[in-house]
Nanobody, 121 residues
């Protein structure tokens, strides 16, 4: 059974930091890309960042470049999203997802349940 379990969300003040984790199981981790997506109330889901588990190649949305860093620990089948200099507009439910294709513009195959990130002003 494929599982993607996010953790690390919470409430933080603007300018603060959070690190999200995505623990994956049930599939061959090295064969997949892991992406982070977010959805704020009343808004469409948007891609934030993704990483190839095989070669470490990464993509970032323009809105988070320079503030967020994605990384992968293949020994633990876990992907992290370090979020610094958080802004109120980063408030959303953050989801991790897995797919064999790297990128932020397509629908991923497997999804986690999401973790809430709230940034107060």
């Amino acid at each position: 059974e494929v599982q993607l379990v996010e953790s690390g969300g919470g409430l933080v003040q603007a300018g603060g930091s959070l690190r999200l984790s995505c623990a994956a199981s049930g599939f061959t981790f090295d064969d997949y890309a892991i992406g982070w997506f977010r959805q704020a109330p009343g808004k469409e889901r948007e891609g934030v960042s993704c990483i190839s588990s095989s070669d470490g190649y990464t993509y970032y949305a323009d809105s988070v470049k320079g503030r967020f860093t994605i990384s992968s620990d293949n020994a633990k089948n876990t992907v992290y999203l370090q979020m610094n200099s958080l802004k109120p507009e980063d408030t959303a439910v953050y989801y991790c997802a897995a797919d064999t294709i790297l990128g932020l513009g397509h629908e991923y195959e497997y999804w986690g349940q999401g973790t809430q990130v709230t940034v107060s002003s």
